[in-house]
Each structure stands twice: as structure tokens, then as C-alpha cells.
């Protein structure tokens, strides 16, 4: 992944850019390949000639992403980066000449409205190449001849030793002036400088502090910059199962992201951030209760109406391919707590809050009050009949047990006694409905049998201490159920599907899930044995997805996923922290 903290770009081994979302997160593709054929467009810069082997890596603490390829002829590297978004936003590839002298091919391929839009192609009076369709531009400026070929624009040239050939690729609105050209070499050097410069800001010391490092830059990279609001992922429709129908547009900012979001940001110094991401919720619920939803757009839009492109095949065909989530409709009672919990942490951290901050959430409570025994499509945004998730009403009580904190320590005006009594009320329910004594565990919902693996966050939000016999019990029935492979499945494999799908993959924020369970039990080893695990199936790069078919070695889902490194950063945190006095996250949470 590259990206100016406003929209992203993925590049493949192959030197091939084959998704990126232009302007921003939530805009139709442009490149789609990743979804569909280089017809569905894509931006290949590679060797014309075999390459026998190829390397990466980012450069240092940044985002610069430097692709090698070696030849019979020499070697070639391939330097991509978007520099920090100024009049415009760009793509920057740099092509150097390592060794030898290689041949080098060029293959443009834009299309907008995800792979369908073709756009009129001409050149300007500086030589740029000039692509126009509807609301959407792009230039394209490069010392290569350039020639179109079969609706693309293509070139093939030389590289040698020492010599490096740029390409810039730009965007902006059709209606306004072409964007004026930029200066490859100082944009690098601005790009690296600032990526330098928010790395240093790092606080974290701890162990694996490189993984710590490349999560939270890519957690930064996840981030629309005017808003604050962290997408979930920058693709969509990238299948939890190979070859399945579970494929959802991510490009959204998920509530249930808040409290893990905060305290991954605010325990590794980056307070300005994790300010950003609490202003961001507040106006994102902002209003009527009783309509917060799940997730909304990265400045803060409601309607992300779902709707399937037929024209793309899907990756590797796995289909529908969705642009919007319907799930953004769903009553997702786990939210309530989440935002609750994330002003509480946020007060705790002395970050500073909107003076209305407090009246919403007493609004929201008062709204809670009345919805808490509802059924719900908890967190996994089941699509179908509500029911009495556990995870969901324990979310309820972190709702209120926050505000009664809040109030206890910072004497703000509320019905004390009465939130108390709501929130014995909850436990009351949660422990005697979602608790299964012939099991000795708690289970997905109410008068299930099957488990879930979100009830492992039970001791980290303070519902019941690790130490409880119950948890002690949830925690060894999924490691008897709920383990592949030594990952965490999210769902419990004895359920009885109507899918006539592939089996998905084990979720890896679950499997860190359990690492945090371990570490509040005391269990220090086996939490790092699992860390260990799951950070190991990362790419090359370190980048990790949502989920890890462990039968196909390989992530599933979409990709990066910041759900997925925000558990990494917490941890870590909390495997440094098990043997310090510094408090822990998994701890935090509970205070």
C-alpha cells in the first residue's frame, strides 16, 4: 500500500498498481484490476524482459515502497510513493537503474467508475498525457515517448546504471485548470521527510517496536487527513472466503474501531490523531440516538447505499463485488458502549472534548435505556433476524458503566442511581441468559449453544475479571472450539449453514483477541506463542488483512485491514507492559 492519508493505492509484486480510489477512500476506482482483469484498469511499470527475482521493502519509518527486480540484464528498482496531498494528489514512480542496462515497459490503463469508464485520451501542449471522463482527470508527465495503443497509453524504454526515469501520474476535478506539474525528486524527499518526521513522534519502546511501527504508520496511512475519520480498509469486496460471497466494501469508518483506535494511538504518543479520530465520532453521532449507526462515510456521510458491479468478475471470482454496506442500517447495539467507552478514554487521557460532548451521551443513554433488551445484529453484522448477542449487551453495560465512571471521577450532573441500577440490571441478564453452565462458557447469544469469539473481549472492557471461573471457562472452550490451525475463528464451526460456500478464514483481530485474554490471565507465554502466530503470516511487507486461511496459506479479505493492526499495536503494548508497572491497554479498558 501507498498513500497520502487520503486515499490509497495497492501495488503488487509485479510492479502493477492495481487498485487505487481517486480522489478518496469511498471514490469509484479508477484501477480495478485487483477485482477484475488489467482491462478493469491498472498501471504496470516493470522489466520487459524475464525477471528472475524479485524484492521489497519500505524505506525506513515511511511509506516509500521500493520494488527490485532482477534480470539477465541488470536489475531495475521501482520507487512508489504518493507525496502528502498539496494542490492535488499524485502518484510518483521512480524507475533506477541498479545494474546493467534493462529494458523497461510501460502500461497505463485508467478506467474510471471501477473498471468500466473509458475515459478521452489527449495530449497537452507540454507532451503530458491528458485522460477526461465525466467528473474525473488525469495527467500523466514522464520524459518517455508515450503511445496509445488499444485504449491505453503505453511506452517501452531503456534504464541504465545510475539513471533514473519518473512518471508522475496526477488528479484532478475535470472542471478545473490541469494541475500543475510537481518535481519528482523534491517530492520524494517531502514524503520521506514527512513520514520521518511523524514516526519520531513514536512513544512506543517496548518489543517489536518495527511491527509497532509499520501498523500504526499504516493505521496513519488509513486516515481521510481533513476529517480524522480511519477507513476499515481501503479495498472492498476482497472475499473472506476464496471463492465465497462474503465480500463487503470496507472503505468506511466502523464506531465498534473507536475504543481500540484510541488507545492504539494515544499509548504510542499520537495524541493529535487520536484527537482527530474523537472529534471525528462526535460529529459522525451527532443527533437522534435512536438513528446512530454502525459506520459512516469519511466525513461523517449516513446513506452508503449497497449496490453490486456486475461488470467485475471479482478477485480471483469470487463475486458479488459490493460498492456501499447495507450493514450501515443495522441496530448494532455494541455500538452505544463503544462510543461511551471512547469518551470516557478520552477524558482519562486529559485529551480535550467538545463542551456537548456530555450532553449527547447522556442522550444516548437515556435512549439506551429504552433499546438495551432489543435483539440486535451484533458485531458481525449478521444479516437476517435479530437476536440477544452476548457481545452486544455486554457493550450495553460498558454504556453505562463508563458514564458512572465518568461522573465518579469528573462530578458531572446525572441520574447516578439510576444508571447503577441499569447496569446491575444488564450484568443480571448477560451472566444468567448468555452463560452456559453444561458448557462453562458464555456463548454467541441468548439460549444458544454456540460460541463466538467476541465474548473474549469480556475481561479486557472489565465485564467480569480474567480470574472469574466463567472466563476462565469461555477462554478454554475456545481454544477447544473455536481454534484452526492455532488462529481463532470468529464463528463457531458446528453452526449449520445454508452457504454452499468455502469455509473462511480465522479472523487475526480474534486471534490477538485471545493473546490479550491470556495476558490478563497471566498467561504470558502462550499470549507471546500467539502474537508470534499471528504476526508471522503477515506479508513481506508487514501488512496484514482481516482474516488467515491457514489451509491455503494465505490472508483473506480486505486488505490492510486497520482492525487487524490496531489488535497488533494493543498487543504488543500489553505483552512490553506484562511484567512492567506501566498499565496495559487490555487494562485500560476496564478502569
Known amino acids: 500500500m501507498i498513500g497520502d492519508c487520503e486515499t490509497a493505492a495497492l501495488v503488487g509484486r509485479d510492479g502493477s498498481i492495481d487498485w487505487l480510489c481517486w480522489p478518496a477512500f469511498d471514490s469509484d476506482a479508477c484501477f480495478a484490476a485487483l477485482l477484475g482483469s488489467h482491462r478493469n ?25 521500493e520494488t527490485r527486480f532482477e534480470t539477465a540484464s541488470g536489475t531495475v528498482a521501482v520507487v512508489d510513493f504518493m507525496p502528502p496531498r498539496g494542490h492535488a494528489s499524485d502518484v510518483v514512480r521512480l524507475v533506477r537503474g541498479v545494474s546493467g542496462r534493462v529494458k523497461i515497459t510501460m502500461q497505463l490503463v485508467i478506467r474510471f467508475g471501477f473498471g468500466t469508464d473509458i475515459p478521452w485520451v489527449k495530449r497537452t501542449e507540454d507532451g503530458a498525457v491528458l485522460a477526461i471522463c465525466g467528473p474525473d482527470m488525469t495527467v500523466l508527465r514522464t520524459p518517455v515517448e508515450t503511445r496509445g495503443e488499444d485504449l491505453t497509453t503505453v511506452a517501452d524504454f531503456w534504464v541504465g546504471e545510475g539513471e533514473t526515469v519518473p512518471f508522475v501520474l496526477t488528479y484532478g476535478p475535470s472542471h478545473l485548470p490541469v494541475p500543475k506539474p510537481i518535481d519528482p525528486a523534491y517530492a520524494l524527499q517531502a514524503t520521506e521527510d514527512f513520514w520521518t518526521e511523524w514516526c519520531s513522534r513514536c512513544t512506543y519502546e517496548g518489543d517489536h517496536r518495527d511491527l509497532v511501527m509499520r501498523s500504526l504508520i499504516t493505521l496513519k496511512a488509513l486516515t481521510y487527513g481533513p476529517t480524522g475519520g480511519i477507513v476499515a480498509a481501503p479495498t472492498t469486496s476482497l472475499p473472506e472466503k476464496l471463492g465465497g460471497a462474503r465480500n463487503w466494501d470496507y472503505r468506511f469508518c466502523w464506531l465498534r474501531d473507536a475504543t481500540f483506535t484510541l488507545l492504539a494511538l494515544m499509548n504510542s504518543g499520537y495524541t493529535e490523531e487520536a484527537s482527530a479520530w474523537h472529534n471525528w465520532l462526535l460529529r459522525a453521532a451527532a443527533g437522534e440516538p435512536a438513528n446512530m449507526q454502525i459506520m459512516y462515510g469519511i466525513m461523517g456521510q449516513r446513506r452508503l447505499l449497497e449496490w453490486e458491479t456486475d461488470w467485475l468478475p471479482g478477485y480471483e471470482g469470487a463475486q458479488p463485488v459490493r460498492v456501499g454496506n447495507a450493514a450501515h442500517a443495522q441496530l448494532q447495539l455494541d455500538v452505544y458502549g463503544e462510543l461511551m467507552d471512547a469518551f470516557h478514554q478520552s477524558r482519562m487521557a486529559d485529551l480535550k472534548l467538545d463542551d456537548g460532548s456530555w450532553d449527547l451521551e447522556c442522550a444516548v443513554l437515556e435512549h439506551l435505556a429504552e433499546v438495551w433488551d432489543h435483539p440486535d445484529h451484533g458485531i458481525w ?42 447496569r446491575d440490571e444488564i450484568r443480571r441478564d448477560v451472566c444468567e441468559k448468555g452463560f452456559d453452565p453444561k458448557q462453562n462458557t458464555f456463548v454467541e447469544s441468548y439460549g444458544s449453544q454456540l460460541l463466538d469469539a467476541s465474548i473474549l473481549l ?9 480470574s472469574d471461573p466463567r472466563v476462565r471457562g469461555t477462554i478454554a472452550a475456545i481454544e477447544r472450539r473455536m481454534m484452526r490451525d492455532g488462529f481463532v475463528l470468529r464463528h ?49 511487507l508487514g501488512l496484514l488483512a482481516e482474516e488467515y486461511d491457514s489451509g491455503a496459506g494465505r490472508q483473506t479479505g480486505n486488505f490492510p ?31
Open 492 to 540: 463457531d464451526p458446528r453452526e449449520i449453514s445454508e452457504e454452499k460456500q468455502p469455509i473462511e478464514g480465522a479472523f487475526l483481530a480474534c486471534s490477538l483477541w485471545l493473546a490479550d485474554a491470556y495476558v490478563l490471565a497471566g498467561e504470558i507465554e502462550k499470549a507471546q506463542a500467539l502474537f508470534d502466530r499471528v504476526v508471522a503470516v503477515a506479508n513481506d
Open 458 to 466: 469480556l475481561p479486557a472492557v472489565g465485564f467480569l475479571p480474567a
Open 41 to 65: 484498469g491498472r498501471w504496470l511499470i516493470a522489466p520487459a524482459e524475464e525477471v528472475t527475482k524479485t524484492s521489497r521493502r519500505y524505506w525506513d519509518k515511511t511509506l516509500i515502497l
Open 561 to 591: 485491514q486497520a482492525l487487524t493492526h490496531i489488535a497488533l499495536i494493543n498487543t504488543a503494548h500489553n505483552l512490553s507492559d506484562a511484567r512492567k508497572p506501566k498499565e496495559k491497554p487490555a487494562v485500560q479498558r476496564s478502569k
Open 381 to 422: 453484522e449478521r444479516r437476517g433476524d435479530g437476536m440477544h448477542y452476548v457481545s452486544s449487551k455486554v457493550m450495553t453495560w460498558v454504556a453505562f458503566d463508563r458514564a458512572i465512571k465518568s461522573v465518579e471521577k469528573f462530578g458531572f450532573e446525572a441520574p447516578l442511581e439510576r444508571w447503577r441500577a441499569l
